[in-house]
């Protein structure tokens, strides 16, 4: 097989070395594209009870033992983050143990809501392209 290389405004033969390097390269794997969602979409995934759940247990009751207190202060921070966001990425680490804790408090539907939040395919509408 030849293949023609340009190099310096020169176009030349590759040598086997180039050859067998373009071939490799060209057997990676493609990176996967990012999984950045817009904020409404991520928001979107989560049912209207849950939302309203995630919303009641961010509330800091002054009278409440330092552990719920605590709790509802992780909420809190989850929430700020994701207003603060410009897009949601559901690979980043902080994001999967913000909705994986959700689930773990009872904040969520049913067991695997937080899998299925942050794993199920991206649609178009969905997609940051920002």
């Known amino acids: 097989m030849t293949m023609i290389i340009h190099d310096n405004g020169v176009d030349r033969d590759a040598t086997p070395e180039e050859i067998a390097e373009a071939e490799a390269r ?11 969602m817009t904020v409404l979409a991520f928001r979107n995934r989560f049912t209207k009870t849950e939302k309203v759940r995630v919303e009641l247990a961010a509330l800091d009751d002054p009278a409440a033992g330092q552990a719920l207190r605590e709790r509802a202060a992780v909420v809190r921070v989850g929430q700020a983050d994701l207003a603060a966001a410009t897009y949601v990425d559901v690979d980043r680490i902080d994001t999967r143990e ?8 009872g904040l969520l539907d049913a067991p ?17 392209y920002g």
């Open 112 to 128: 695997g809501r937080a899998l299925a939040i942050l794993d199920d395919e991206i649609q178009p509408h969905e997609r940051y």
């Open 98 to 105: 913000d909705v994986q804790a959700f689930e773990a408090m």
């Open 26 to 36: 060209a057997n990676e794997p493609q990176p996967l594209a990012p999984r950045h």
